[in-house]
């Protein structure tokens, strides 16, 4: 095979896993903290990713669009914890996951309601719409390689978050014994509104800033929480490290398989999956 073709490839994978991170981290992060299962978690997605086709329209700047769209989804993930997941935290999974499940019916016909179910685009900025070489006769999207830049600084400052400071020690110990973090004067429903928040934020720019890489579509949050939910297993429960690496191995088996055994590409994700989960059924990191 071309190198020029693998190196395409490579960089589609890594761009592909870096994103796929930042859904999947917030999920993590709220299943492993807060003990939620959130099935809406794609929705958040879907949302950022409309948030940026009808923002641009009225800003004609994606950078602004991002910050706005990212406020405010900060805005709605916190109200949404408030309003009804901080209800949740005493129940069982099935009562969890029928909640969320009828978020992403209300999400998907407000959706429906306010923007139709057509298939739109987002024009790339101006100054990022152009080629990059790749040896002679290849070249590769400058966008994309702007997608992964800002992917992987997300991903550092997200771990250095919760590895480094004083809120990530809060975070982190609220993982461990809800009650006892409470006893140490730590107020906890703050704390959790925190996480789901960010949760959502993120999961909502990584709608936003693939928009304009992407189509943005009806379907595109339950395609995306399939494939979180399969790194979350995968990465380990509430681990912020194995999620990077789980997206990552994800990734680059979609990525690759579509390549050399495209017949069988859809399945390739699950026998990583499975090997994975046979050797360490934890998953690759415990939180």
Not at 75 to 88: F, T, Y
Not at 119 to 143: E, H, I, K, Q
Not at 185 to 193: C, V
Not at 240 to 269: E, M, R
Request: overall charge neutral; glycine content about 10%.
């Amino acid at each position: 095979m071309d190198p020029a073709l693998i190196l395409i490839q490579t960089l589609n994978a890594a761009q592909y896993g870096l994103l796929l991170f930042l859904v999947a981290s917030g999920l993590t992060l709220i299943f492993g903290v807060m003990g939620v299962i959130n099935l809406a978690h794609g929705s958040f997605y879907m949302m950022g990713a409309y948030l940026a086709f009808s923002l641009s329209a009225l800003t004609g700047n994606l950078l602004l669009t991002i910050l706005i769209g990212v406020a405010l989804s900060v805005v709605l993930g916190a109200v949404l914890e408030w309003a009804l997941i901080s209800h949740l935290y005493r129940r069982n999974h099935l009562q969890q996951v029928l909640l969320t499940y009828g978020l992403i019916l209300v999400f998907d016909d407000l959706r429906s309601m306010l923007v139709g179910d057509e298939v739109y685009s987002v024009p790339v900025p101006a100054w990022l719409d152009f080629p990059v070489p790749l040896g002679d006769v290849m070249t590769y999207p400058a966008y994309r390689l702007f997608m992964s830049g800002v992917c992987l600084l997300i991903a550092v400052g997200l771990y250095l978050l919760i590895q480094r400071t004083l809120v990530g020690a809060r975070i982190r110990a609220g993982a461990s014994n809800r009650d006892m973090v409470q006893l140490l004067g730590i107020n906890i429903n703050l704390l959790y509104r925190l996480v789901f928040a960010v949760g959502v934020g993120l999961a909502s720019f990584a709608g936003m800033i693939n928009a304009p890489a992407s189509t943005v579509s009806p379907g595109m949050g339950s395609q995306v929480l399939i494939v979180s939910f399969v790194v979350v297993i995968v990465g380990g429960i509430g681990s912020v490290w194995g999620a990077l690496l789980a997206s990552l191995l994800i990734a680059f088996a979609d990525t690759f398989g579509k390549v050399f055994i495209p017949d069988y590409a859809g399945i390739s994700i699950y026998v990583v999956m499975a090997a994975i989960l046979l050797w360490r059924p934890e998953g690759l990191f415990k939180a």
